[in-house]
Every structure is written in structure tokens, then in C-alpha cells.
């Protein structure tokens, strides 16, 4: 298995699988967990430019920079 790395170092329309949530307000990481970004979960990266846009299952989710450098993930 590779080692985690933040969200923000991977390319767009690549798939991963969410590692771990790092620290960060309580609202966002409960808005995070709502949209089903819980570790263990595969997500595909549309777009990472001028802002990320992640697909779980069937939703479409678009994040900052400032949210996505906290989700550590692996190649999927």
C-alpha cells in the first residue's frame, strides 16, 4: 500500500481512496462525512482547477483548496 498524500497532489480525473480526515473545524468535517467523504471511501477527482470537484457514488461535490489539502488519500 502507498502512503497517504493530501488530495491537492493528485491529478484530475484520477480515482483514490480516502485515508483519513486531518483536523479541521467541526462544521466542515461534519459537511465532509455528510457527503459520504469518510475514510475507506473511493472518490474520483474531476477537476482541480479553480476548484476541486469530487465524485462519491453519484454526487458531485466541489471543495477549496483550503478543505482538500485535509483529505489524505491513496491511488485507488
Known sequence: MMDPITLVNIK????VCVVRLLPVEE???RKLTAFGILPGVEIRILQ???I????I????????Y???????????
Open 12 to 15: 484530475a480525473l484520477k480515482k
Open 27 to 29: 462544521e466542515k468535517l
Open 48 to 50: 482541480v482547477y479553480p
Open 52 to 55: 476541486y470537484v469530487l465524485e
Open 57 to 64: 457514488g453519484h454526487t458531485q461535490l466541489a471543495v477549496d
Open 66 to 76: 483550503e478543505i482538500a489539502k485535509n483529505i489524505m488519500v491513496t491511488n485507488g
